[in-house]
Nanobody, 125 residues
């Protein structure tokens, strides 16, 4: 099974920016959608952003709209890399961020069957 590898996390001050990257390890693969989720300490994993590989359509959680941008480097359904540009970061954005691949358009965790190991994002005040 394809593994996804995230990178780009780190420590940043509130108001700063980070760009997360996600790529399949070993080889490219095909999928319908790619998404980012995050999990803060003591909280459930939650949806952040999703992008359609075929149409480039995107959607975001209300908490990140206008601040985060999801994008991809792909050829139709073949994924090479997915990004999450995070601007105007807030302390509440602190979490482990995961990328995931799914077979259909969805913001629900249960529809994604391939996950990365996560990358830590810490926003200090």
């Amino acid at each position: 099974q394809v593994q996804l590898v995230e990178s780009g996390g780190g420590l940043v001050q509130a108001g700063g920016s980070l760009r997360l990257s996600c790529a399949p390890s070993g080889r490219t693969f095909s999928t319908a959608t790619m998404a980012w989720f995050r999990q803060a300490p003591g909280k459930e994993r939650e949806f952040v952003a999703v992008i359609s590989m075929n149409f480039g359509t995107t959607d975001y959680a209300d908490s990140v709209k206008g601040r985060f941008t999801i994008s991809s480097f792909n050829a139709r359904n073949t994924v090479f890399r997915v990004y999450l540009q995070m601007n105007s970061l807030k302390v509440d954005d602190t979490a482990v961020y995961y990328c995931a691949a799914g077979s259909r358009w969805s913001t629900s965790i249960g529809t994604y069957n391939t996950w990365g190991q996560g990358t830590q994002v810490t926003v200090s005040s």
